[in-house]
């Protein structure tokens, strides 16, 4: 499925069905950015919990770390929903990729 590692930590930290939805996130991200760059080493992204009560809401906090020769993009995100969170750090991790395309295609012209 992936072109490339993808390392997922702290998904025992989920419930099956937040575990499912992490899943198919990085998923469907880890294909867009295999369309963006060529030769990614890995993708990691770690999952923890930040502060969780016995009952209420849980604050998750999301790094993500993408790798390519010579080159490493870091991201991060914290909020109470585990989709949420994630989104946040995967929209910011392609931000980063887009960003550096910009800047390597203007050095070529």
Not at 4 to 10: A, C, M, P
Not at 53 to 59: C, M, R, T, V, Y
Not at 77 to 84: E, G, H, N, P
Not at 85 to 105: D, H, P, Q, V
Request: charged share 35%; aromatic share 8%; glycine share 4%.
């Amino acid at each position: 499925m992936y072109k490339y590692i993808v390392q997922v930590r702290g998904l025992e930290l989920l419930r099956n069905k937040e575990k499912n939805e992490v899943n198919e996130l990085i998923a469907r991200r880890a294909e867009k950015y295999n369309k963006l760059l060529d030769k990614i080493n890995y993708l990691k992204v770690n999952v923890q919990i930040l502060h969780q009560k016995a009952e209420g809401p849980i604050l998750y906090s999301i790094q993500t770390q993408l790798s390519i020769p010579g080159k490493t993009f870091e991201s991060s995100s914290k909020a109470w929903d585990v989709r949420t969170a994630l989104m946040r750090a995967l929209t910011r991790l392609e931000s980063l990729i887009r960003k550096f395309k910009g800047r390597r295609e203007e050095k070529r012209r």
